[in-house]
């Protein structure tokens, strides 16, 4: 049976995680699969639905009832191109809030596992070390100081016209690594074996090259 590798990658929120990931799958000619986008179709859905982000039956109901895939690297909510909606803030809270759920987080990991037993994959969130694929062969911690991923953010958001405050997304960045990394559901945290990879002084393409060159000295 073919071997194939997995490089996975954890960090908190505004690290850079997606930009890096998507530059070294690109580079690297691998499926580039963003577990954040995951939680994050389901926390939109769970507020459409006006539900409580907490375990219920009609939780039970709607995780049966919800499909979630990845086309070309873009991700499909219920069979519907879902990418453009998930970016707000409002989103970001329920994501943060909809994957402290064991029976969310138990869904999402079978899912991602499926995805990343047949390919060569990067994935990157908060459990993928530890939990997704703790036998990948690359891990990564990638984070960044919080003024800087703030400002990170901040620029994101504003260049697609939110209306939002640095001190808002500051704010917000450091409730979710608060919310991220104190639930009791696989918290974010870096994994003994994860190399830690601080991008504050780095540009994405720096780390990017940084991870295709140790992947490449491995993989031939
Ligand atoms: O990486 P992101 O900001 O798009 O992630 C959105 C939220 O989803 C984040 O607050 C934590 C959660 N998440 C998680 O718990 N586990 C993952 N593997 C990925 C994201």
Do not use: W
């Amino acid at each position: 049976m073919e071997k194939f590798f997995q490089i996975a990658i954890d960090g908190p929120g505004g690290a850079g995680k997606s930009t890096i990931a998507k530059a070294v799958a690109q580079k690297l000619g691998i499926e580039y699969i963003d577990t954040g986008a995951m939680y994050r179709v389901l926390g939109l859905k769970m507020l459409k639905n006006g539900m409580e982000f907490k375990d219920s039956s009609d939780l039970r109901m709607l995780l049966d009832n919800t499909s979630i895939d990845f086309r070309d690297g873009d991700i499909f909510l219920d069979g519907e191109p879902a990418g453009h909606l998930i970016r707000t803030q409002e989103v970001s809270m329920a994501a943060s809030a909809c994957s402290a759920i064991p029976a969310v987080r138990k869904k999402m990991v079978e899912a991602q596992q499926k995805m990343g037993e047949s390919k060569n994959v990067i994935m990157d969130g908060r459990d993928i070390c530890e939990v997704v694929f703790p036998q990948a062969q690359f891990k990564f911690f990638v984070t960044a100081d919080t003024q800087e991923r703030a400002r990170r953010r901040f620029e994101e958001l504003k260049a697609k016209g939110e209306n939002v405050t640095f001190e808002q997304v500051l704010a917000q960045i450091k409730e979710r690594d608060l919310n991220d990394s104190t639930r009791e559901a696989s918290p974010m945290r870096q994994a003994d074996d994860a190399e830690l990879l601080d991008t504050t002084d780095m540009t994405a393409e720096q780390a990017a090259d940084y991870i295709c060159e140790k992947v490449r000295k491995t993989v031939k």
